[in-house]
């Protein structure tokens, strides 16, 4: 098919004797955003966090452009390219929306170790933030700290974060969630400026958001994956209907 | 119009730090020095409390083990050289961080305060029980190190007027250092892990090995400290790295305000004040020393560093 970033092979997380996740697998290719969905306590972010390393598998395997990352933690996950943001909000409150992105460009930065030069003074670092936040939708907001955003302006900061950290790979857990409906449509069609360079994985609620976004379609239920394929398929699928959908889409 | 308000605070501090040895009166320029000595003690806490989020409490084994090192790197019959013992002191102490370092910052939380507590009395017994520093009776340094290198001599530590200015120095050099250190890099990130430590590995940050180097550093600083108060008094004790060292210099960090450099040098201040003016009323002095802090800490709570704050919401009004 196309050209697979990110792969998950019989992904399995247990807590106690309770299966999070059990055989999951899916992958997802460059130019593809593959929607997760599921009802609450699904699986999903367990999946997310399994394949950005926040949670160590129990078994199955995760490869990434083929090779296989399972045993790394995720901050080397991250620096391999797997990037991700989170459910709930989680920026760093205190910063400008612009030193959030600084330092998340930083961390690619081999020389991000000196003690006693300016962390201002690495002007490709600067510039890559600033690259984050424009492509974000938050140029305008660069000196507004991240505490004082909106809930929607946060939430693109997490993704803007994100991009800053160059990854190919993006984890998006829930980005939609809580948001306003024309602070929706600028994330879809953030998602869709996106798409082209990324491999895009994206865990949502919002059905037409889905809809209108996903080039393939996972469906979870019990932490198992009930059914996967491209849209069509799932909105046809009477096991879908009956697990989750719960009424004709 | 604050910065400049502030800069000439520090200015005018500065300046009466310098003078003050004039006055010649020998204890109250050992204060002085005794004040700036923990002061740089406290610093180095406040880079582990204020700014990295790791709450230590067994900082005072790294002030202890430099004082240590630097009486048993001096030999017996002679001054030693000042820039044998001062950066041995610094590596001792920076060592002994990186080492317990490795160990403690497995655990976090109140594990992490625990943890570094029972360190720091490993460090206290090993001192305490065995020959290597004189016992339970502690160790003198019998002559002040020489700041000679070769045939010039910069300065002499046995005036009391050279030692208070070079502890000055001592001071705001470490000072100066740890507000570079926080514009770097290195400080921005672990600020961050501060704030967001999950976030920080999910950036592709190393947070394990940035926290263990700034331990490392703070601990390094602490053994500066200690040195520096093993020359000014000639005379270390195991009391020296006893958990109420550690407790003390949490407080002077507390008091002054935690995460601010200036909150932490004038808690410092404020501590050794606070100890001689109540210990010249009354034999329970600590009892006085526990009201003002409880006080401090209900009533201010941002420590010292919040008072110009405050002070300005509270007559700024008058002014319009």
Redesign the interface.
């Known amino acids: 098919m196309a050209d697979v970033l990110l792969a998950a092979e019989g992904l399995t997380r247990l807590f106690g004797g309770l299966a999070a996740n059990r055989d999951v697998s899916l992958s997802l290719a460059r130019g593809e955003v593959h929607a997760l969905l599921g009802p609450n306590g699904a699986g999903k972010s367990t999946c997310i966090n399994l394949l950005s390393g926040d949670l160590p598998v129990t078994s199955g395997r995760v490869l990434l452009r083929g090779k296989d990352v399972t045993a790394l933690p995720n901050h080397k996950r991250s620096l391999a390219g797997i990037g991700r943001s989170y459910q709930r909000t989680n920026i760093f409150a205190k910063f400008t929306a612009f030193e959030n992105c600084r330092l998340a460009a930083q961390s690619r930065d081999p020389r991000a170790w000196r003690i006693l030069s300016d962390a201002h003074g690495t002007v490709a670092l600067r510039d890559r933030g600033r690259a984050a936040l424009e492509q974000a939708g938050l140029g305008a907001r660069a000196d507004i700290v991240a505490a004082t955003l909106s809930h929607g302006e946060q939430r693109q900061l997490e993704i803007a974060m994100v991009l800053a950290t160059g990854a190919a790979v993006l984890l998006l857990d829930e980005p939609l969630a809580g948001m306003g409906s024309e602070e929706s449509a600028r994330m879809i069609e953030l998602l869709k400026q996106l798409r082209p360079a990324h491999a895009i994985l994206l865990v949502e609620h919002d059905m037409d958001a889905v809809f209108e976004v996903a080039d393939r379609v996972t469906v979870m239920v019990e932490g198992r994956v009930l059914e996967s394929g491209p849209p069509a398929q799932i909105r046809a699928s009477a096991a879908v209907r009956e697990a989750y959908l719960g009424e004709p889409v | 119009m604050k910065f400049r308000a502030s800069s000439v605070a520090l200015f005018v501090a500065v300046a009466a730090v310098i003078v003050f040895p004039f006055t010649d009166s020998a204890f109250y320029t050992e204060l002085l020095a005794k004040a700036m000595i923990l002061a740089i003690f406290a610093l180095s806490l406040d880079l582990l409390v204020g700014y990295t989020g790791l709450v230590s409490f067994g900082h005072a084994a790294y002030f202890g083990i430099g004082a240590y090192a630097t009486v048993l790197l001096a030999p017996k019959y002679d001054p030693a050289s000042l820039w044998v013992v001062l950066p041995g002191a610094v590596v001792a102490a920076g060592l002994a961080a990186l080492i317990i370092g490795l160990f403690v910052l497995r655990t976090r939380g109140i594990y992490f305060i625990m943890v570094t507590l029972a360190f720091a009395q490993m460090v206290y017994y090993v001192f305490h029980d065995t020959a290597i520093g004189g016992g339970s009776d502690g160790i003198y340094l019998n002559f002040k190190p020489s700041a000679a290198l070769g045939a010039f001599r910069p300065f002499d530590l046995e005036q009391a007027r050279q030692q208070c200015w070079f502890v000055t120095a001592a001071l705001l050099i470490t000072w100066w250092?740890l507000a570079?250190?926080l514009?770097?890099?290195?400080?921005?990130?672990i600020v961050?892990i501060r704030?967001?430590e999950?976030?920080?590995?999910?950036?592709?940050?190393?947070?394990v090995r940035y926290k263990l180097?700034a331990f490392t550093?703070a601990g390094a600083i602490a053994g500066l400290a200690g040195s520096l108060y093993a020359i000014l008094f000639g005379f270390v004790t195991p009391e020296l790295l006893s958990w109420h060292q550690s407790g003390n210099v949490l407080l002077m960090v507390i008091l002054g305000g935690i995460g601010s450099f200036a909150g932490s040098v004038g808690g410092a201040f404020a501590f050794v004040a606070m100890q001689e003016v109540f210990s010249g009323w009354t034999r329970h002095w600590q009892l006085l020393m526990g009201g003002v802090i409880v006080a401090a800490v209900l009533f201010l709570p941002g420590g010292l560093a919040a008072l110009p704050g405050r002070l300005k919401r509270a007559f700024g009004a008058d002014r319009g």
């Open positions: 250092f570079r250190l514009r770097s890099p290195f400080g921005r990130a961050g704030s967001n999950q976030r920080m590995r999910a950036l592709g940050f190393a947070t180097a550093i």
